[in-house]
């Protein structure tokens, strides 16, 4: 069998490299991708070298007025904005804002690691399997002190099997193929919070003080960029189901999970959008919420890759759930935010479509055929 991953909204996958602002030139609303193999190459030839070496070395970015011919006649690869505004926040934005991450990509072009996939269709399949009274004894384990640090672990083992016997050794997965690179644009992100101001819950971007007199404006001190593939993009690859490995697990049974897991959190993401006043952010999961419903036995809508956040990384999708926030309050990247008695999570990072909010990244859907 094969699996077709569709782009509902802009997705990155990362290969956890990143373009510097010296590695790319900002020229005709596109990141010009700099070949500086090609580049130095040219200079060792003449007296420039020296001057674009301590360029690079001193400049936070490259001067355009100087080397801009290198970002027409040099470039490796050109990578559209999403939109033409994007170029005017680019030229504000602090120089520590101007790494994208780039697609993961290999010698034949941008992919999509099956890893990606399968790990989004693991947490589904763990979290179809916890149920509220997992987390109550967890939680009178850590009244009583006797939780261990492993605790999480072992009733993901409970759940899904050891290693040598996990349920999901029974699907076997292939990166899909290579995608053409017009399928992927430079997209402007910025990330939304729950604050709390004088006892009231309100909500403002991240990189904006509270003392500022518009908190809730919009800040190129608070944006970035990544690429992304477009919505539309297909990434394909080999799905098998291995008979040799005793499970029940396969495509109609793993896609049932997933539909599941992701209607939950997108409920929980309409509330924060709508509590944010994000309308587009809100239009834009309630046509996720019908991609579900219209969903065939074999297919899915799942969330992979970066911009997931706390949801991409959990089997039990229920902040809300007291035993939950008792456990989550005890670890140091989440406890102040337990403490602060806000919403659990308290942002989400927002996709920006034609200079407006617009969308949560990495949603896909998932055909299995």
């Known amino acids: 069998m094969n699996y077709r991953v569709t782009v509902l909204t802009p997705t990155l996958v990362g290969s956890g490299e990143a373009l510097s602002p010296i590695d790319y030139m900002v020229w ?19 007296p420039r070298l020296d001057n674009y070496l301590v360029q690079i070395r001193r400049a936070d970015r490259l001067d355009f007025s100087s080397w801009g011919g290198f970002a027409q006649n040099f470039a490796g690869r050109r990578i559209a904005f999403e939109h033409p505004s994007a170029v ?82 029974a699907l076997s997965l292939g990166d899909s193929a290579p995608v ?17 101001r004088g006892g009231r819950i309100a909500w403002g971007w991240k990189g904006v003080g509270r003392n500022t007199v518009e ?29 040799r490995v005793r499970s029940n697990v396969n495509a109609r049974l793993l896609a049932a999970a997933a539909n599941a897991y992701s209607a939950v959190t997108l409920t929980l993401h309409e509330k924060f959008a709508a509590a944010c006043g994000l309308n587009g952010v809100v239009a834009s999961v309630r046509k996720l919420k019908e991609e579900i419903q219209a969903a065939g036995p074999s297919s899915c809508v799942l969330n992979l890759g970066w911009g997931g956040g706390f949801f991409g990384k959990t089997g039990w999708p229920h902040p809300e759930d007291v035993n939950y926030r008792k456990l989550l309050g005890a670890l140091p990247p989440y406890s102040r935010t337990i403490a602060s008695g806000l919403p659990f999570p308290k942002s989400r990072r927002v996709l920006f479509l034609n200079d407006q909010p617009a969308a949560l990244a990495g949603w896909v859907r998932l055909d299995v055929a």
Do not use: C
């Open 88 to 169: 005017s926040h680019w030229n504000r934005m602090p120089a520590d804002h101007l790494f994208i991450p780039e697609f993961a990509t290999n010698t034949g072009g941008p992919y999509l690691p099956a890893s990606a996939l399968k790990g989004a269709l693991r947490t589904a399949l763990l979290a179809s399997r916890w149920q509220a009274k997992h987390l109550e004894g967890l939680a009178a384990r850590f009244d009583e002190g006797t939780l261990r640090r492993t605790a999480a672990e072992e009733l993901e083992r409970q759940s899904l099997g050891n290693p040598g016997h996990d349920l999901m050794r």
């Open 215 to 243: 908190p809730n404006r919009i800040s190129d001190a608070s944006a970035r960029f990544a690429e992304m593939a477009m919505p539309g993009a297909a990434f394909t690859g080999r799905w098998d189901e291995l008979a």
């Open 28 to 46: 005709r609303d596109q990141v010009n991708v700099l070949d500086q193999a090609r580049i130095f190459k040219l200079l060792a030839r003449g």
């Open 180 to 196: 053409a690179r017009d399928r992927f644009q430079v997209y402007l992100w910025r990330t939304a919070k729950l604050d709390n």
